[in-house]
């Protein structure tokens, strides 16, 4: 749930976060004020790491469980079935179903190693790890 959240911070879709907050049992009177904020067009700086740090207080003041990934990603590995089992063509077409942004940012000409890096670069900066090794999987049958 914090991930979830916190996720949808990162990406600036604080109406969702809050819609995700208001799901729990918390009542917080920061969150509160930041909410207001947002719905009356606050557009400081430090108003996600504000909202974020609130969402991280409050839910361990809640006790709610926080969810973990449940299994760790061996990137050695992932890196490996992406090199032997990909051709560039096909790499090409997965980063473009499901890692849109990695694939708009290769540029012509870049090898298929080079691409590999870029997305599990990607995948790792942004907790999708997880997410890429269950698509690959799917990708490849």
Do not use: W
């Not at 067009?41 to 969402?55: I, Q, T």
């Not at 003041?61 to 096909?90: C, G, I, M, R, W």
């Not at 000409?109 to 698509?135: F, V």
């Amino acid at each position: 749930m914090l991930q979830k959240i916190l996720s949808l911070i990162d990406e600036a879709k604080i109406a969702e976060a809050f819609a995700e907050i208001d799901k729990t049992s918390i009542k917080s009177p920061s969150i509160a004020q930041l909410k207001r904020e947002f719905i009356g067009g606050e557009k400081r700086f430090d108003f996600y790491d504000r909202l974020k740090m609130a969402v991280k207080n409050e839910l361990k003041e809640e006790k709610l469980p926080l969810t973990e990934p449940s299994t760790s990603v061996d990137l050695a590995q992932l890196y490996q079935k992406l090199n032997t089992k990909f051709n560039d063509e096909h790499l090409n077409l997965f980063c473009m179903l499901y890692f849109e942004p990695v694939h708009n940012n290769f540029t012509q000409g870049q090898g298929k190693i080079a691409k590999i890096t870029a997305l599990l670069d990607y995948a790792k900066r942004n907790n999708l790890l997880e997410k890429l090794e269950t698509n690959v999987k799917d990708f490849l049958g």
